[in-house]
């Protein structure tokens, strides 16, 4: 219940101050120039309280955007295949709004971000930026409890452009290759692409990859953990056999290592930060508007052209429905047509 009480200064001035005790809470105080100003924080107050709202809106006045971005990258994000691009949109957060109080992060300042964002980067990466954030304080309201709620529930996304489907061509293809066997500081990066360019793998599988998940006898990988949690099985042929098999000269003896750790010596279970290579690589070949995803696309256009069906498409890459790989209809059409040709002629006795 709520204790108000007058107080009198040595100037003669009343002051009003509330004490509020509520079993199984600590005790909140504070004190007003008027009596009904009292009253009405006292009642809200309570209300807060009994309805355990008090201490998180609390706790969202004391704690900065950058501490909860601290924790959040050292309990948030640990779990996740790939967490370099969330903490790269996490450095853009920081310095724009680091020293707001968690409290202050209302949507309508969010939204002014966003839109300064958009500015310079298109819809669908302005999206992910808020996404990020938005994962960040989800876990800070429901994991940490450092405020009432997530204020970026409820905003809607920028408009964004139907999926991209950028593939690389056989030249494009040779020189990146190349520049990979170039780059002699990261020998990682060919048998990363090879495998991102033949198996369609997602840029996190590739990264957590480790040498039991190899099966060299039956030339195929077992990705235990896909985004989907399932597991799946992918085959391993051809010129990414070759370098996975050159590449395991210089693996460790236990089974459980990562197949690219981090270059960073001391930390072996830390994987290989990708997007510094990346860039090196990318650059030396002149490859304009692409992303690394794109090698996925690039993979899924290959089978497509060659003859794979969009079931078999979206086996490989993990996919639970046909919607993502609708995209990649159109390179299936000669397949269609030779297939429904060669059971017509073995039907009907027909050649064309």
């Known amino acids: 219940m709520a204790i108000i009480e007058s107080r009198t200064s040595q100037s003669g001035a009343t002051s009003w ?4 005790r509520i079993k199984g809470n600590p005790q909140v ?23 355990d709202r008090y201490f998180k809106h609390a706790k969202a006045k004391r704690r900065t955007l950058n501490g909860a971005i601290k924790i959040y990258c050292e309990e948030g994000i640990s779990h996740l295949k790939d967490p370099h691009t969330r903490i790269s949109h996490l450095a853009y957060w920081e310095k724009e709004l680091g020293t707001a109080y968690l409290a202050e992060l209302t949507s309508n300042r969010i939204l002014e971000c966003r839109s300064k964002l958009a500015k310079v980067r298109s819809n669908s990466t302005a999206n992910r930026y808020v996404a990020t954030l938005s994962a960040l304080l989800s876990f800070a309201a429901n994991e940490r409890q450092l405020l009432p709620s997530n204020p970026l529930k409820t905003i809607k996304k920028l408009k964004e452009p139907k999926g991209r489907t950028r593939i690389l061509n056989e030249r494009e293809r040779i020189n990146l290759i190349n520049s990979c066997e170039a780059h002699k500081k990261y020998p990682e990066m060919i048998p990363i692409v090879l495998l991102a360019i033949t198996t369609g793998m997602r840029r996190g599988e590739i990264l957590n990859l480790r040498w039991a998940d190899i099966d060299f006898s039956r030339q195929k990988i077992v990705i235990w953990n896909t985004k989907n949690n399932e597991t799946r099985h992918v085959p391993l042929v051809g010129p990414a056999l070759r370098a996975v098999r050159e590449w395991s000269k210089i693996r460790p003896l236990n089974g459980s290592a990562l197949l690219f750790p981090s270059q960073v010596k001391g930390n072996p279970q830390n994987i290989f930060h990708l997007d510094h290579a990346w860039r090196l690589v990318k650059g030396s070949t002149g490859l304009t508007d692409f ?14 052209m060659n003859g794979a069906g969009l079931r078999e498409i979206a086996d490989i890459l993990g996919h639970k429905t046909l919607a993502m790989v609708m995209r990649y209809s159109h390179l299936t059409e000669d397949h269609k047509h030779q297939t429904v040709t060669r059971m017509s002629n073995a039907i009907f006795g027909e050649s064309a």
């Open 17 to 20: 101050r509330v004490k509020i």
């Open 29 to 51: 105080s504070a004190t007003f120039k008027r009596r009904t100003d009292a009253k009405q924080w006292a009642a809200i107050t309570e209300s807060e309280i009994l309805e």
């Open 291 to 304: 992303r690394f995803h794109d090698l996925r696309h690039t993979a899924a256009s290959y089978l497509a």
